[in-house]
């Protein structure tokens, strides 16, 4: 699947980066065969740590936009263009990928309810007005991501995202993707319990500033 995930992306993106976030399976390996330049967590750090991992590697690597993309296969890469003509047109920092602007396929009901309480709780926590908050799709201009600093290491980051695209003056806009829910997607991706997680993530983040 990884593989297959990376030769669709590299149709679009001069280059794409994965980080084996010290995995056990053949993450690095079904990377290499697809085109990817790997970077390697000797540990398991978290979403959140290896998304720091990779922005930080392509900002050295002298990217002007840096795209980020789940590897679970929910995205379609053409979703890629559809960011890129919202950033083109718009002129922003950021631009958001929304399912709930797009097209939701084989979403549980039970994590359908989830992400409508996650996006309550995150417009209220961040003050952006996104319609929609744990989507992997972004698009940054290097000077954005450059801005960036992701502290959350686990999934609590996506929210962390968004509000330091507030707090630091981002500009940003939403464009419609398309999310398409499988079984083998739904294995790797959130679990429900694991919305808890974040949340508490977030109350101690908040906490300890």
Known sequence: MLRDVVSGLRAFCSRVIVVDDGS???????????????????????????????????????????????????????????????????????????????????????RRLM???????????????????????RLFTWKAAARLSIKQPRMAHASEILEQIGTLGLSYAEAPVTVRYTEYSLGKGQKISGMFRILMDIFYASWTR
């Open 24 to 110: 056990g399976d053949q993450t690095g390996s079904q990377a290499l065969a697809g085109g990817a330049t790997v970077l390697t967590h000797i540990v398991n750090l978290g979403q959140g740590a290896a998304l720091q991992t990779g922005i930080d590697y392509a900002l050295q690597s002298g990217a002007e936009y840096i795209f980020t993309f789940d590897a679970d296969g929910q995205h379609a890469p053409e979703s890629l263009n559809v960011l890129a003509e919202t950033m083109q047109r718009t002129g922003v920092d950021v631009v958001l990928g929304s399912r709930w602007l797009g097209r939701v396929d084989g979403m549980p009901a039970a």
């Open 115 to 137: 992400f409508r309480l996650a996006i309550a709780f995150t417009r209220q926590h961040s003050g952006l007005k996104v319609t929609d908050t744990h989507n992997g799709l």
